[in-house]
């Protein structure tokens, strides 16, 4: 079955920046979208943006315009989402997810990274 | 972008009993991409309905969802122990997507 294996918690300085990674298997990795979804500590979920591991098309939310970047690796599976000019306020948890379709729901999600931003 | 409020903000239920969720868009939902997830705490969520109305694989059928447009509802018909939970309504139709804030569903 789909599975998202994300990178490990992350401590960064507010103005670094942190790049996760999300390792996919169990199907085939160019036919699922991969949605970023973040969660700061005791809020709700908060969408980032998509990728198309396909072509690699974008969509990012317009709130992280400019300072988000997804990428992705067809050699290995794996989406990347780097987040620069860290804040206290990006602290939180990130997940990826993957849907059938840019429109459709996230029927699998990741673990979840945790990025911790200190001043 | 699409602003979606949940109410109550926390439903306080027993075991047993039915929980019904409600989920407003500030404006018309395309083609009803409307879905619902269950978070548990420490956990990724957990996708119950998408289209508004169908089931995720696997998900019991207590769980329904309803509606169209800019009104949605979650219900869960006899509540188990496990049903206890933060549920999120969010929507794909429009870019951006966007989620509710949650409704809290604790044991009374």
């Known amino acids: 079955q789909v599975q998202l294996v994300q990178s490990g918690a992350e401590v960064k300085k507010s103005g670094a920046s942190v790049k996760v990674s999300c390792k996919a298997s169990?199907?085939?990795?160019?036919?699922?979208?991969i949605h970023w979804v973040r969660q700061a500590p005791g809020q709700g979920l908060e969408w980032m943006g998509i990728i198309n591991p396909s072509g690699g098309s974008v969509t990012y939310a317009q709130k992280f315009q400019g300072r988000v970047t997804m990428t992705r690796d067809t050699s290995t599976s794996t989406v990347y989402m780097e987040l620069s000019s860290l804040r206290s306020e990006d602290t939180a948890v990130y997940y990826c997810?993957?849907?059938?379709?840019?429109?459709?729901?996230?029927?699998?999600w990741g673990q979840g990274t945790l990025v911790i931003v200190t001043s | 972008e699409i602003v979606l409020m949940q109410s109550p903000g926390t439903l306080s239920l027993s075991p047993g009993e039915r929980a019904i969720l409600s989920c407003r868009a500030s404006?018309?939902?395309?083609?009803?991409?409307l879905a619902w997830y269950q978070q548990k705490p420490g956990q990724a969520p957990r996708l119950l309905i998408y289209d508004a109305s169908s089931r995720a694989t696997g998900i019991p059928d207590r769980f329904s969802g309803s509606g169209s447009g800019t009104d949605f509802t979650l219900t869960i018909s006899r509540l188990e122990p496990e049903d206890f939970a933060v549920y999120y309504c969010?929507?794909?139709?429009?870019?951006?997507?966007?989620f509710g804030q949650g409704t809290k569903l604790e044991i009374k």
């Open positions: 169990g199907h085939t990795f160019t036919s699922y979208y």
């Open positions: 969010q929507q794909s139709g429009s870019s951006p997507n966007t």
């Open positions: 404006q018309s939902v395309t083609s009803s991409y």
């Open positions: 997810a993957s849907s059938d379709g840019y429109n459709f729901p996230s029927q699998h």
